[in-house]
């Protein structure tokens, strides 16, 4: 074997290693504040933004509750967009709490945060989750008055539908998707049902259904942000990055600032082997991310170092072990450093 090639073949070998797939399980957005430690002890994330009844995203900061069994309650701030964040979790049960806002009903969101089977271990795996506020008495109106993607959909579809956004607040995905079909059974066209059906089959790792619903959700709106989002990073779980490419540039033209795009691109290109176009995403995740999207740094490290870049790879992992100091893997990861720094590439 030709030094040129092992080479190659170690650089691949350290792009799969360095690289463990983090698990988001549907629609992510940007997001910057770091909300504080919770501290469960776990590696889960509920990121999430807050939406005015109009469906526009709130441009003002509100407080946020986080209600847990191990430590009470836990008070946040959104930023200036709207987006929140609660991090180091560990399976279990969490609501999210809005009651501060005098025009608006409290809201009560639940999160069921579950270890399966096929959640990586090693990585920050993210929950998002998306609120709409209610103004107070506006309880008896029909949905349609709130939300102009529900026109022209029978009242009693519309009822499955809201019954099943109520379930998954409370973290019952298996109830929400009996009430989704429902409402699918009553108006076979309900877009923003295929599209919800098409997340909660993500957020359980059911892909073969989620596709199925997506793709349906996509056939009868096109140019829905969420279903397209959501498809494509399906696709790249599902290693199919030369079409996950394609969908996710397009939900990017919606939304050029959505970090999750950017970072969902940059692995599907990564793997790829289209290492540049890679490394633009990716940094794209971060500038419109933060540090939420730090995992963008362990794929920017493989990157770097299949390239050869060795000393920025270096920069890159310390930078993660920087910000995640009890990651799982901390220990290989700082393994992996000192091997890199005993090669001799060039930087």
């Known amino acids: 074997m030709s030094t040129k090639l092992k080479h190659r073949l170690e650089r691949r070998a350290l792009l799969v290693l360095v690289a463990a797939l983090a698990y988001v399980p549907a629609l992510g957005q940007r997001i910057e504040p770091d909300m504080g430690e919770v501290g469960t002890g776990g590696n889960f994330v509920i990121i999430g933004s807050v939406f005015f009844p109009s469906g526009q995203r709130v441009d003002r900061r509100i407080r946020v509750k986080l209600y847990t069994l191990t430590r009470g309650d836990v008070a946040s701030m959104t930023d200036d967009n709207g987006r929140f964040a609660f991090r180091r979790l560990a399976p279990g049960n969490y609501e999210v709490v809005i009651d501060g806002e005098k025009d608006y009903e409290v809201v009560r969101y639940r999160v069921n945060i579950i270890q399966t089977s096929r959640t990586p271990i090693g990585t920050e795996q993210i929950y998002p989750i998306q609120i709409r506020l209610q103004l107070k008495g506006a309880r008896d109106l029909k949905p349609g008055v709130l939300n102009s ?21 409370e973290g019952n995905n298996k109830g ?24 909660q089959y993500l957020n359980t790792g059911e892909l073969d259904k989620a596709e199925k619903a997506l793709r349906s959700a996509l056939e009868l709106s096109p140019d829905s942000f969420a279903a397209r989002m959501n498809y494509g990073i399906l696709l790249v779980r599902l290693n199919r990055f030369a079409e996950a490419e394609t969908e996710l540039r397009l939900a990017l033209k919606q939304d050029e600032k959505s970090a999750v795009g950017h970072y969902y691109l940059g692995r599907a290109l990564a793997y790829l082997g289209r290492y540049e176009n890679a490394e633009v995403e990716l940094n794209l995740a971060l500038a419109f991310g933060g540090e939420e999207m730090k995992e963008a740094h362990r794929y920017l490290a493989a990157i770097y170092n299949a390239r050869g870049k060795t000393q920025r790879s270096i920069a890159e992992l310390e930078i993660y072990l920087k910000l995640t100091p009890k990651a799982p893997d901390a220990e290989k990861l700082r393994a992996m450093i000192q091997k890199l720094r005993e090669t001799k590439r060039s930087p």
Not at 191 to 198: C, R, S
């Open 149 to 169: 993607e529900l026109a022209g959909v029978p009242p009693r579809a519309q009822k499955f539908y809201n019954k099943a956004l109520a379930l998954a607040q």
């Open 176 to 199: 929400a998707v009996e009430q989704l079909q429902q409402a699918i059974t009553d108006h076979p066209k309900f877009a923003l049902a295929f599209t919800e059906l098409g997340a």
